[in-house]
């Protein structure tokens, strides 16, 4: 696994995350098997359902379904079917080292706390070439970036700041902030109950008013953080 050096106040990049064959590859990402996000609170739906399901997906596609499932004689096919996007990874590692090196980038308020959601919003915006200097313009994935309006899904912020924070080498006075992650809430517009999305849980009024209510509050509450990220 590569990971980042400290040498005279800065962080190095290894050679390899400038190379765009190799992070196109599955099995150069960190931790093939995603064990590093075992203690979220999704993880036993990471291979049906949920928000770690779909980050999986995203990175990995078909090269984790087959790593994980060959040694099992599985009646169904898994559903993972389609070529997976790793490079987004060391795209946010890259731009998240490009920020603690050069930290004049993004204004001091945000740079003192910085969160997945900074580190994707910087990275989403800025030219290719400023994060792949001597190699942009000699694979046509750097093209195809850089006409794209956004590289690497908000969605999963938290998640990729957990993945970088455990694999990467940051010193510990640089990690990327991060909160709990919590299970997904939404609401029934006709019976007025809320569930998680991943169906593991239900709330009405008439099975617990209390923790209805509770559940109400962390609904309301997404939804703005839901916004929030919607405009950054």
Known sequence: ??????????????????????????????????????????????????LLYGYIKHLAGTEYARDIYQPFNLPEKPKREYSGSPHAYFLFAKGTATLLNKPSLIRKPYFKCLSGSDIINFVNKVPIKDLFPNSWDCHRIFSRLDASKNIIPMKYSALYARTFNATSGVL?????????????????????????LTGSATYTMEQNAFSYKYAKRTLERQKAERAKLENL
Request: hydrophobic share 25%; with cysteine; charged share 35%.
């Open 1 to 50: 696994m590569t990971r980042l050096t400290f040498h005279s106040g800065e962080y190095q990049v290894p050679d390899e995350w400038n190379d765009p064959e190799w992070i196109m590859k599955f099995s150069n990402f960190p931790d093939p098997k995603f064990f590093h996000l075992r203690n979220e609170y999704d993880w036993e739906n990471k291979n049906d359902k949920g």
């Open 172 to 196: 510990n006075d640089d990690v990327i902030s991060t909160k709990d992650r919590e299970p997904a809430l939404t609401q029934c517009k006709i019976c007025k109950g809320i569930y998680e």
